[in-house]
Nanobody
Framework: QLQLVESGGGLVQPGGSLRLSCAAS????????IGWFRQAPGKEREGVSC????????NYADSVKGRFTISRDNAKNTVYLQMNSLKPDDTAIYYC????????????????????WGQGTQVTVSS
């Protein structure tokens, strides 16, 4: 069975850092592009970042550019989201998703494109 599992969430103070991981089971992550999304309480799920199957293409939401970095290690079957300079507005459940695409296109924020989703990991930024 194909599964994605997120980890690395937690409570962090404003200005702090976290690294989220998205691990795959039942398939290899070079299956396609991997995206990170988040959903804050009372808000719709939104795209945060994505990376192509070989890591050569990436996209970021304007709200996280310069603070978040997405990367992948296909040998470990894991995609990472390094989050620095965290703000209270970054508080949300973070999800990863997979789609059989080679590249990460600007339409990655369309949730309907993604085939597989993880269960999410909570990130809370608070003092």
């Amino acid at each position: 069975q194909l599964q994605l599992v997120e980890s690395g969430g937690g409570l962090v103070q404003p200005g702090g850092s976290l690294r989220l991981s998205c691990a795959a089971s039942g398939f290899t992550l070079d299956y396609g592009a991997i995206g990170w999304f988040r959903q804050a309480p009372g808000k719709e799920r939104e795209g945060v970042s994505c990376i192509g199957s070989s890591g050569g293409s990436t996209n970021y939401a304007d709200s996280v550019k310069g603070r978040f970095t997405i990367s992948r290690d296909n040998a470990k079957n894991t995609v990472y989201l390094q989050m620095n300079s965290l703000k209270p507005d970054d508080t949300a459940i973070y999800y990863c998703a997979a789609v059989p695409r080679r590249f990460c296109y600007s339409d990655y924020e369309d949730l309907r494109l993604w085939d597989y989703w993880g269960q999410g990991t909570q990130v809370t930024v608070s003092s």
